[in-house]
């Protein structure tokens, strides 16, 4: 049988319509360039959604993917597996907490954190204490609780009802923090750095009052580090740039080095919250995903690329504030690591449309945000082409403009 052509036109015949994909189709990956079938590289500054930290093909990670392959696949968590015990005690080691969840994805992270929080609170025999918390711009994911806690109309609408006891505070709005939290509160959910919502970091003083809040009222913090962990804002966790001490984290995207992974990691406080058959998944912590996920861990560490996330971060910034010193297009720069926000005068994805056009991937977020997530081994020459890049875009723009 001929293979079916992976053209835009296939893909609107055989799937749902719930993806903008980009028109290539893509069959490999070298460093930091994704090729496409024609043979076309790419220099890759979005690294599959935040997930490709080592780029494409590093060899300690495919070994260890292979290697894990070939002895056991999948067995459930009716067994004990070691990749998944050294996984955990990384993990655990690296945040100081007591337990950890495995799951699959991001969402199903949030989920589970979501479930524990209420759980928790249960014990306090208040039975209104049940209300989990966001902030405003948000995103947890897509599944109904995380949903909910996202409540952006963009990913909400139609989907309605939505969980009970959920609600919003404006980010980093300390009056409405105080108005919003009380005796009710199970947990609140922060993102230290905002990723779809256009790369903002928490403000030091709302995590203080947080804090002090959560003292007062007895409730727990839940740091969602699926975007910002692993190293990509320049700490392993970005919780720690603001001595934020949650209760439980969520990780996710690189965690299982491009294999569906996520975590829950909880302190003390939370460590007896489930009891057997409370929660679960069958794949969670899968142990090719584990083998992955120690393998990538372990090439963060060894290849200093929490270190170069902040080098190369900051390089880039400097070279766009110079840009946006010749370029009013650009209004606005934000860099924490590798994960960087350029707020642009207009829709950021027609910069996204003219960067694929000269070969290189950028994503927009929250409308007018250009965000680049490249993976964490990013060198000089590699951010130097996106920026040039950046600024050919701008001037052509400009001459158009001009004529
Ligand atoms: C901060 C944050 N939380 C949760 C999610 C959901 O993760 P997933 O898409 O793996 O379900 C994402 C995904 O982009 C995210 O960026």
Redesign the pocket.
């Known amino acids: 049988m001929t293979p079916l052509p992976v053209t835009q036109e296939t893909e609107q015949k055989l799937f749902f319509h719930n993806y903008a994909r980009l028109p290539i189709a893509v069959t490999h990956g070298e460093g930091g360039w994704l090729v496409s079938d024609d043979g076309t590289r790419y220099l890759d500054m979005i690294a599959g959604?935040g997930v490709n930290a080592l780029g494409y093909g590093d060899k300690r990670l495919v070994d260890a993917i292979c290697s894990q392959a070939a002895k056991l696949i999948h067995a459930s968590n009716l067994f004990m597996m070691q990749p998944q015990f050294a996984l955990a005690e990384k993990l655990l080691d690296l945040s100081g907490l007591s337990k950890v969840f495995f799951a699959n994805?991001?969402?199903e992270a949030?989920e589970a954190a979501i479930k524990m929080a209420r759980k928790w609170a249960g014990q306090f025999g208040n039975p209104q204490k049940k209300e989990v918390l966001s902030l405003s711009n948000c995103?947890?994911?897509?599944t109904y609780g995380?949903m909910s806690l996202t409540a952006k109309p963009k990913y909400v609408d139609g989907f309605e009802p939505l969980l009970d006891g959920t609600g919003m505070i404006n980010f980093n709005d300390i009056n409405d923090l105080e108005d919003k939290v009380s005796t009710k509160t199970a947990a609140v959910f922060i993102?230290v750095v905002q990723?779809?919502g256009g790369i903002h970091r928490i403000s030091q003083s709302f995590i203080d009052r947080l804090k002090e809040l959560r003292d007062h009222y007895n409730f727990l913090i839940v740091a969602?580090e699926?975007?910002a962990g692993c190293g990509r804002t320049g700490t392993f966790f970005s919780y720690t740039q603001v001595n934020a001490e949650p209760d439980l984290v969520c990780l996710?995207?690189p965690l299982g080095g491009g294999l569906p992974l996520?975590a829950v990691i909880g302190s003390e406080k939370v460590a007896d919250v489930l009891s057997y058959g409370n929660h679960g998944t069958t794949f969670g912590g899968n142990p090719v995903a584990c083998a992955a996920g120690i393998a990538m861990i372990d090439a963060i560490h060894h290849d200093h690329l929490i270190e170069n996330a902040e080098t190369i971060g900051s390089f880039i910034k400097d070279e766009m504030q110079k840009l946006a010193a010749i370029h009013p297009q650009i209004l606005d720069i934000r860099q924490y690591g590798l994960m960087i926000g350029i707020t642009v005068d207009k829709e950021a994805k027609y910069y996204a449309g003219k960067a694929l056009q000269k070969h290189v991937l950028i994503n927009a977020t929250s409308v007018n945000v250009i965000r680049l997530l490249p993976p964490l081994t990013i060198n000089q020459e590699e951010a130097q082409h996106c920026i040039s890049t950046l600024d050919e875009i701008f001037t052509e723009e400009e001459a158009e403009q001009a004529c």
Do not use: P, W, Y
């Not at 995103?139 to 897509?142: L, T």
């Open positions: 959604i994805s991001g969402t949030i995103f947890h994911g897509r995380a993102e990723g779809e969602d699926i975007q996710a995207k996520s």
